[in-house]
């Protein structure tokens, strides 16, 4: 079958049956999200206020824990959701495991430094091997008098034992899975308007179980994530509870003047009767309904199609657009069910009325269309925290990076994030790639028992109920690294048809062909190490050289989909390495330093090292380690992406291998663990200009890549070259159109006599009036870099030759005339400098910061228009930088600038 192919309409009603008090898997209700559900009854938040206790030092039974007589004397107090790390961490229990190595000094961290622990057993001494209780006691709401109860676990790792005033409501035998819900009928053993007490047995996850992992990305804590790590809560209905409603929408591009929408939701009887009612939805001023009946115990999807309901048609419509394409429309759906002329329960969502599709190009590349428009994603790999915490600032923060960089799209590998992160890319427009991981037992298919694959079924229909409805969502992968096997991916697809999910679904993230679903159309070749810049130009599906092949899907080169992909490690600057490793280990790198990289292949940054130190010279400390650190990072990044922007749509899609780290990390990072932004982050911001004069190292040409959708007509295209002494070596002008979401080769530079060992390239490109609209800053080398392509694997492909910058440390020092201002603007403040290069001389990689005052630590997060910028002689320039105001702390902002030659 063609994966991308959506299930046709379902105008049937599907069923199950539920006895009362067994596990009902169902969406999360987000209480003032933009885009949540929403019940008649405000959810009541079982979040502060619980007690937590490993049961090796606890006697009493579930059924005695449960009940208000227990006293849980010297329990840890906690909030949900945590894990049980998490939690003694916070109560200061444990260190603050991200400094150093004191990860390593935590009790049941024996396992090998760099493995996956995922697939290691936990030791039998292991503070973790025995479960471990959490107890809450609360009120439940009187209100919820005569009421049906339910009682929701948004997740728990990895299985559990709940006992509910001293009744077992579930065992461990059935609440299994880290990706599943879980919702409790719970109405015969809650009393509302008096004291409850609800007590879970968590049990930790063992190397056989679909659970959780970060795979070579970074450590894991020694409890592999035990616990409660979403979030609990209560809600109450009438008879009937409704859950999940979803749009979903056909369009008829290119006009996209008419919408098809089906409209479906779930619907569960709390009771042990027949219940009869109505169905019904509205859409602005669109209302439909329908009769439903519901056998008692019953859960039922109930949907509405534009055939049986006409006015389900919309004409022209306000559609959903990621943030580069226009605007992300979102429109409002409120449902509700009555019965017996009362109503029972009622919901309500945010959508989007878009269309994706996919298909194959001429090399067989996945190609993205969204509303019948071309897309060439590009984005990054993302990472919860290593110990799950949430916090909804940091959340808007880094996608408020993600929307500043430019890109369009996130994957989810396994790490399927909550309500309000996908609330959050509905409204931002930013795209997300979801699907499981890989390298644990999630890929471990032969040794999967009949247990798992129903776990695994149920876990996927409690994920794709939860995502169907947000706009947000480009694909789903049913496998990472490796395609599922023909029974599990066709178990997949059958969920997938019978939930109508909407959107393209992927087999895996690699080359990998099935007999079920045929080719992916994506590859997942690496690299994941260092790679010169030049890689992803010279690398052609052709596989000119007599190269490896690294994958299956060819090498990383820019064609076809990359799922994952990076140019190496990403050495932060020097202020979040003194935070990661301490001021004792600062130099030289150390183990500390390996600690905070990867695992498997990835346990040094010695291949980055090595790398730095033959293209830029030998650092003679920390501060100029990092500076050339972010100078070869900021090259990297930036040239893969320029390479797949130039070759759309050969290249259709990319993802940075990753966008962040789940802690404190050396490697794979746009911005770092502490939200400081570095070289590869404005490498990357520079990359994805919405017009964008690029530099080929393949062939020394001059392109221009347009990312947005409008014609841009008049522009000119201006590129200089200079030596190291500024002298001008070469200037072309070219005036050129840019249409629409466009790529096109302007002209070549011819050889040029008389360039200094390193020499620069500037590109500098104006609208019709003269006004800078684009802009690139190239440092060269007159020594080739070559690659030895024989050597090629899955990770990297290794230099032969290196580019030589060490010529840069003969640029003269140059002092710089800066001016900076500072307004306010609601809760933000905007500090603009102003930078003059007085001198006969470059400024290069000027780097700015604005400080809490003098000599005080640095603003974050911070939204920099521009960063390690270059000033040519007699340059000026302004640069703004956006914060919370709050973060100033009543000081002043003062600026600090600093650079490779700058006093």
Same mark, same amino acid.
């Given at each position: ?478 496998? /990472?690294?490796? $395609?599922?096997? =023909?029974? &599990? *991916?066709?178990?997949?697809?059958? @969920?997938? !048809?019978?939930? +109508? #999910? %909407? ?62 992909? /990076?140019?190496? $490690?990403?050495? =932060?600057? &020097? *202020?979040?390495?003194?935070?990661? @490793?301490? !001021?004792?280990? +600062? #130099? %030289? ?315």
């Amino acid at each position: 079958m063609n994966s991308e192919t959506w299930p046709p309409v379902i105008d049937r009603i599907r069923t199950r049956l539920i006895p009362a008090l067994l596990i009902i898997s169902s969406s999360a209700f987000a209480q003032g999200a933009a885009n949540s559900n929403s019940s008649t009854e405000t959810r009541f938040a079982l979040r502060d206020g619980w007690s937590l206790q490993t049961s090796a030092k606890v006697e009493a039974t579930g059924e005695t824990i449960s009940t208000p007589r227990f006293a849980p004397s010297g329990w840890h107090t906690v909030a949900v959701p945590a894990t049980v790390v998490a939690a003694l961490v916070k109560d200061n229990t444990l260190p603050d495991p991200f400094f150093a190595m004191n990860l390593r000094d935590f009790a049941g961290m024996n396992y090998r430094i760099g493995a996956n622990f995922s697939n290691i057993a936990m030791a039998p001494d292991s503070p973790y091997a025995p479960p471990w209780w959490y107890r809450k006691e609360f009120t439940a709401p009187v209100s919820y008098k005569d009421k049906t109860i339910w009682l929701k676990f948004e997740g728990i790792n990895y299985r559990a034992s709940i006992w509910l005033n001293g009744k077992q409501i579930a065992k461990s035998e059935d609440v299994a899975g880290a990706w599943r819900t879980y919702e409790f009928n719970v109405t015969e053993a809650v009393r509302p308007g008096a004291e409850n007490v609800l007590a879970v047995q968590v049990f930790a996850p063992t190397e056989h179980d679909l659970a959780i992992t970060f795979v070579d990305w970074n450590p894991a804590p020694p409890d592999k994530n035990m616990g409660l790590w979403r979030e609990v809560y209560l809600t109450a209905s009438g008879p009937v509870a409704l859950r999940y409603p979803t749009v979903v929408s056909r369009l008829n591009p290119p006009a996209n003047d008419r919408a098809q929408l089906t409209v479906t939701a779930q619907l569960k009887n709390g009771t042990n009767q027949t219940v009869a009612g109505k169905l019904k939805g509205q859409i602005e001023d669109i209302t439909f309904e329908q009769e439903v009946e519901l056998a008692a115990n019953e859960m039922k999807d109930v949907t509405f199609t534009p055939t049986q309901f006409p006015q389900l048609v919309f004409l022209n419509p306000r559609l959903w657009w990621p943030a580069q394409m226009g605007n992300p429309n979102l429109y409002s759906l409120s449902m509700e069910f009555e019965t017996n002329g009362a109503m029972s329960d009622r919901s309500s969502t945010e959508f989007g009325i878009r269309e994706i599709t996919s298909d194959f190009n001429s090399i067989g590349g996945r190609a993205f269309h969204i509303n019948g428009k071309n897309i060439l994603l590009r984005g990054g790999g993302w990472t919860p925290d290593m110990m799950l915490r949430e916090n909804a600032q940091r959340l808007r923060d880094e996608l408020q990076y993600v929307r500043d960089m430019g890109l369009n799209t996130i994957r989810l590998e396994g790490k399927l994030e909550t309500q309000e992160f996908f609330d959050l890319a509905d409204r931002e427009g930013i795209l997300v790639m979801a699907g499981w991981c890989c390298c644990d037992f999630w890929e471990r298919w032969p040794r999967w028992k009949p247990e798992d694959f129903e776990i695994a079924k149920q876990s996927l229909r409690d994920q794709i109920y939860r995502l169907r409805s947000h706009p947000s969502l480009v694909m789903w992968l049913n496998g /990472s690294d490796n $395609p599922p096997p =023909p029974d &599990v *991916e066709q178990m997949y697809l059958d @969920v997938e !048809k019978e939930l +109508l #999910w %909407p959107n393209p679904v992927v087999s895996s993230a690699t080359g990998q062909k099935t007999s079920v679903s045929g080719q992916s159309g994506v590859k997942m070749t690496g690299p994941y190490e260092y790679i010169a810049p030049s890689y992803w130009e010279v690398d052609t599906p052709k596989g000119q050289r007599g190269r490896k092949q690294c994958n299956p899907g060819g090498c990383g080169g820019a064609y076809g989909f990359n799922t994952e992909t /990076s140019m190496g $490690p990403a050495v =932060p600057p &020097v *202020e979040s390495i003194l935070a990661m @490793v301490g !001021k004792d280990h +600062l #130099w %030289p790198i150390d183990d500390v330093w390996n600690y905070h990289a990867g695992g498997g292949e990835f346990k040094t940054i010695r291949v980055f090292r090595e790398a730095l130190a033959n293209r830029y010279g030998k650092s003679d400390g920390v501060e100029d380690f990092a500076m050339k650190s972010q100078m070869q990072t900021y090259e990297g990044v930036r040239a893969m992406y320029e390479a797949y922007s130039r070759n759309k749509y050969q290249a259709t899609g990319v993802i940075q291998w990753m966008l962040n780290n789940a802690w404190p990390s050396m490697i794979w990072h746009l911005y770092d663990y502490y939200l400081r932004p570095g070289g590869g982050y404005f490498g990357a911001k520079r990359a994805m200009e919405a017009l964008h004069p690029v530099y080929g190292y393949d062939d020394h040409s001059i392109w221009l890549v347009s990312s947005q959708y409008d014609d841009a007509k008049g522009l000119k295209l201006t590129a200089k070259i200079y030596n190291l002494d500024m002298s001008e070596k070469f200037n072309q002008q070219s005036t050129v159109d840019a249409p629409a979401d466009s790529t096109a080769k302007v002209f070549t530079l011819p050889d040029v006599s008389g360039l200094s060992p390193t020499y620069f390239l500037e590109l500098r490109l104006e609208d019709s009036v003269g006004k800078l609209v684009g802009s690139n800053f190239y440092w060269l080398s007159t020594k080739p870099e070559t690659l030895d392509w024989a050597k090629s694997n899955w990770w990297m492909t290794p230099t032969s030759s290196y580019a030589d910058f060490s010529a840069l440390s003969q640029l003269p020092k140059v002092k710089l005339r800066v001016s900076e201002r500072t307004e306010r603007k609601g809760d933000e403040a905007i500090t603009h400098v102003t930078l003059e290069n007085p001198t006969k001389s470059l400024a290069f990689f000027v780097r700015l910061k604005v400080d809490k005052g003098v000599k005080s630590d640095e603003i974050l997060p911070v939204i920099w228009e521009d960063n390690y910028i270059s000033l040519l002689p007699g340059e000026k320039r302004e640069v703004m930088a956006t914060y919370r105001a709050s973060e100033l702390g009543g000081a002043n902002p003062a600026v600090e600038v600093s650079g490779w030659n700058v006093e």
